[in-house]
């Protein structure tokens, strides 16, 4: 515990002297520790993509998954604590069935998005409960076209074109600056993505990991899914051909 902090992190409901409320903060560092995330809006879909860290080689493989739909047209990738992701998803999924409920169509992103972050920023006001340990990034596909949202642990919300969170995220979000994405396809968004993702593990600190990848486009009829296997495989395979080539020209260059 920081002396900066002492006394004023015993409770969400406290602000410091500075107004910082560092169990909010602490929040954030949860999702820093957590395995990269990253979300893509193109010109045809959303392309969503997490590295899932594997602590143990006793797990069952695709066991625990990042990514969960809250809807057939909305996908949620999770950095941060698993459980918590897992409670925000489920939250997600009764907002979206109350709206089919309520309005006879689909929930819009905006909708989904902003019922989400109310619910996180409700666990920043009170002494009882803590903050969420979890970023969402949300991609959804409605009426309007594709969508594409990040949740913080504050309970704030945006919509983006791109983003990352977790561990690997500025590298991430330096890959993601380059790319044009209003002229991408989702195929070649997902390509990019497995690209990014290999390029910001780092093999010598972090344990093993598993690549997930979904989308919502045409392809897949509008409705979120993984990405198909041969897809994903295809994708992965020219990420480690990628990061073997720049190996080759760094050691090139350095010799």
């Not at 560092?29 to 993509?49: E, M, Q």
């Not at 590295?51 to 909305?74: F, G, Q, T, W």
């Amino acid at each position: 515990m920081s002396s900066i902090g002492t006394g004023y992190d015993l409770s969400a409901s406290t602000y410091s002297p500075d107004g910082r409320v560092f169990q909010v903060e602490y929040a954030f560092k949860a999702v820093d520790n957590s395995g990269t995330c990253i979300g893509l809006r193109v010109k045809d879909g959303v392309v969503l993509a997490v590295e899932k860290l594997v602590p143990s080689k006793l797990l069952v493989k695709n066991s625990n998954k990042r990514i969960m739909s809250a809807d057939r047209h909305v996908g949620i990738a999770t950095a941060g604590l698993v459980a918590d992701g897992r409670h925000l998803v489920n939250r997600a999924q009764s907002e979206a069935k109350n709206y089919r409920d309520i309005y006879k169509s689909p929930a819009p992103a905006a909708v989904i998005a902003e019922r989400m972050a109310q619910y996180v920023q409700a666990y920043t006001l009170y002494s009882y409960v803590r903050p969420f340990g979890v970023a969402a990034i949300v991609g959804v596909m409605d009426q309007t076209g594709p969508g594409l949202f990040m949740i913080e642990p504050s309970g704030v919300y945006n919509g983006y074109y791109a983003c990352a969170v977790g561990k690997g995220k500025q590298v991430a979000k330096t890959e993601l600056e380059k790319l044009k994405l209003s002229d991408m396809t989702v195929e070649e968004a997902v390509k990019h993505a497995a690209r990014i993702i290999y390029t910001v593990h780092d093999d010598v600190k972090d344990k093993d990991f598993e690549l997930e990848l979904s989308w919502i486009c045409e392809a897949s009829g509008g409705q979120h899914e993984f990405v198909p296997k041969g897809i994903a495989d295809e994708a992965e395979r020219l990420a480690k051909a990628s990061l073997q080539d720049d190996d080759d020209m760094e050691e090139d260059t350095n010799a």
